[in-house]
């Protein structure tokens, strides 16, 4: 044959084949099958994602009020942030999704190094939010005998407190204002607008701390812990300290950063509380030079005591922040403090503002009377009557509600404990580990003075050469495997073991490793993933068998009686390929089968608390109705086969045997 024709033939025997599988025959019938099974299997293994995602996204608390009634205690893995506070989970799980989830991410290896750290994994355990975390990583430095974690560690637990307390970095998390859930989605829906983490508390002497710690990476952490300490005063304070930082805006901002200073704010509830808790402190201080009030931070503050004094909002009859520490001392040492910023404050200059008129202290100073109008106008202080804007301008960016609420005050509504676990995608953990010690809680090493090998504080990510391997010599004892342990489920985490040698005795190198990556599995009540991939596999198995009998028996349709004369082994194959082979596709419409009714049942049928998370999948539920109708499909085809259109007479098989007829029945009645 001429090269010249060959392109004839291949399209003679392709439209052969189509009209072969478009005629009911044995040919149609291993082609549709082949079809059908295969895209099945097709949509099974596709289908694996995202159902793993909405089972990862069941957070591993129990909320029975939502069907979820596993729990963490009932998970297979160890997930360290379980049961721990709203943000921390939350504040975790933005940052794996943001900068660790994929090896792009800005943080992807600090996370792995981290996940497999033994002791920094025994200080999660331990801590109950981002910032303490911090705070006992500063612990353990400040002890250098102790097991100190590693860079990644510190690097990574950075990560996350600066994403839950600065606002700069997203909207999820806090405040002040309403928080978002915009794509990474972190919490359920009913729980969007909360900002989880304004509750985390941190004191500006440990945003002052973090910054050695963290770096770089802690730029403008004091002046979101100002910020957030700040929402949560009332309305009059805030408002007193946006009108200081219209007319100071410099010392304000220095104000904000000064640890001193803001200590004293995040403690106290009004300008005058400000004042006196100063006051107290250096009176009883047994050196007062040890604790610096700058200039700056006097100066903001008395203006702010001044827009006290005029402030609508500050009710000096009604508010007990204003009125439990008001006293004409206190009055008056203010008074005498805020001279050096050119304030002459007097009792006629103070009294003579409407807001304060109506206080206790002004009943002392004018008793049976209050200022009339000739008074207020003729005080020295009547000018403060036409800033009323400046006392009003930085108010306007407090973010108020419609009924006149400031929304960065924290809210005390109780808060729903469920989280998402939230994660999307599944990253297996890329960094092996050597050498590193088991995982061990913080109340295994309270007694380690550095001495014990088992304190080594040891993370290297390389592996010591070893010598060559001693047939002689006795090999290390290992313990099993534990369970994974990780921040969450979904994402990397570590199994440890315990790997040692009797003292005294040599053992073989190389040493086996005490660590190794892993992934935990999702913690909800749904455990059908396996049998997702099972369907798809035995779907898979029958379309490929399928196609290949159709391949075949398009082969044999080819053949013209001449081709018979000689039966070369070729031929004999493929003869005992068409016999035997069909059979497999029969037995596989009953396992499939079986398959099928697992999944039925786990994603459609009510059956109580057992597999009750797996209903909520709507990817679950459209391939557990997608497989019974391919099953019936399949199922129908095959009868129909079977009963019109019998296989021909050299793929006959004698029985002589009842009893095997008998068995073999349900077999031959699913097919030619």
């Not at 911090?134 to 990644?152: F, H, K, W």
């Not at 050597?434 to 080594?456: H, I, K, Q, T």
């Not at 028996?553 to 009686?561: G, I, K, R, W």
């Amino acid at each position: 044959m001429s090269m010249a024709g060959f392109p004839q033939r291949i399209i003679r025997l392709t439209g052969r084949a189509v009209r072969a599988g478009l005629t009911p025959s044995l040919v149609s019938y291993f082609f549709w099958i082949g079809c059908i099974t295969t895209m099945y299997a097709a949509w099974a293994f596709i289908s694996y994602t995202p159902i793993d995602e909405f089972l990862c996204a069941i957070p591993g608390e129990v909320n029975i009020s939502n069907g979820w009634t596993v729990g963490c205690g009932n998970c297979s893995d160890t997930l360290m942030l379980c049961d721990k506070s709203d943000c921390w989970r939350h504040a975790f799980n933005l940052t794996w999704q943001l900068d660790a989830a994929t090896p792009n991410g800005a943080f992807y290896g600090d996370f792995q190094e981290a996940a497999l750290d033994s002791t920094c994994n025994s200080l999660v355990l331990t801590a109950d939010s981002p910032a303490s975390m911090l705070t006992s990583i500063e612990d353990r430095r400040a002890n250098p005998s102790r097991p100190q974690v590693g860079q990644a560690c510190v690097s990574w637990s950075c990560r996350v407190l600066v994403r839950a307390t600065m606002r700069s970095l997203g909207t999820h998390l806090t405040g002040p204002g309403i928080c978002t859930n915009d794509a990474p989605s972190v919490k359920e829906p009913w729980f969007a607008t909360e900002c989880s983490c304004d509750d985390m508390l941190i004191t500006m002497a440990q945003a002052t701390s973090f910054r050695s710690l963290c770096g770089a990476m802690s730029t403008g952490l004091r002046s979101a812990v100002f910020e957030r300490h700040l929402s949560k005063k009332d309305q009059c304070y805030q408002g007193n300290m946006a009108a200081s930082a219209a007319l100071n805006p410099i010392e304000y901002s220095e104000f904000a950063n000064d640890i001193n200073c803001e200590s004293l704010f995040e403690n106290t509830g009004s300008t005058l509380a400000w004042f006196g808790a100063k006051n107290y402190l250096l009176a009883n201080l047994p050196d007062p030079t040890s604790y610096t009030i700058a200039p700056y931070c006097r100066k903001v503050m008395c203006f702010a005591f001044v827009d006290t004094l005029l402030n609508a909002e500050c009710n000096f009859t009604t508010n007990a922040l204003l009125t439990d520490v008001l006293t004409a001392t206190l009055i008056s040492a203010i008074a005498t403090e805020c001279q050096a910023e050119n304030l002459a404050l007097t009792p006629l200059s103070m009294c003579a503002l409407s807001s304060f008129n109506e206080s206790s202290y002004c009943e002392t100073q004018f008793p049976g009377r209050r200022l009339d109008d000739a008074e207020i106008s003729e005080s020295p202080w009547s000018f403060l009557e036409g800033l009323e804007p400046f006392s009003k301008a930085l108010r306007q960016s407090i973010s108020r509600d419609s009924s006149g609420n400031v929304t960065g005050v924290q809210d005390t509504r109780p808060k729903p404990r469920v989280q998402p676990g939230n994660t999307t995608t599944r990253k297996e953990a890329v960094v092996e580990f050597d050498g590193m010690e088991a995982l061990a809680f913080a109340e295994e090493f309270a007694d380690c003075a550095g001495l014990d090998s088992s304190c080594s504080s040891d993370r290297r990510l390389q592996v010591t050469p070893a010598p060559a391997t001693t047939a002689a010599l006795q090999e290390y004892t290992v313990t099993p495997w534990s369970s994974c342990i990780c921040y969450m489920q979904c994402v990397p985490g570590v199994m440890t073991r315990s790997v040692s040698c009797p003292a005294g005795v040599t053992c073989q190198e190389p040493k086996p490793s005490s660590a190794q990556s892993c992934v935990c599995k999702h913690c909800s009540d749904c455990d059908v993933l396996v049998f997702v991939l099972a369907t798809a596999a035995a779907y898979g198995a029958t379309g490929l068998i399928a196609f290949l009998l159709w391949l075949g028996f398009v082969m044999v349709a080819q053949l013209e009686e001449d081709d018979y004369t000689e039966m070369s082994c070729g031929l004999k194959c493929l003869g005992c390929f068409c016999k035997f082979l069909p059979i497999v596709t029969k037995i596989m419409t009953y396992a499939t089968m079986l398959l099928i009714v697992v999944l039925v049942v786990t994603a459609l049928v009510p059956i109580g608390e057992l597999y009750s998370d797996c209903k909520g999948s709507t990817s679950f539920t459209q391939l557990a109705i997608g497989g019974i109708v391919v099953w019936v499909v399949q199922l129908i085809v095959g009868v129909y086969m079977h009963r019109n259109k019998p296989m021909p007479p050299w793929l006959h098989t004698a029985q002589s045997s009842g009893a095997l007829k008998l068995i073999c029945k349900p077999l031959n009645a699913v097919g030619p």
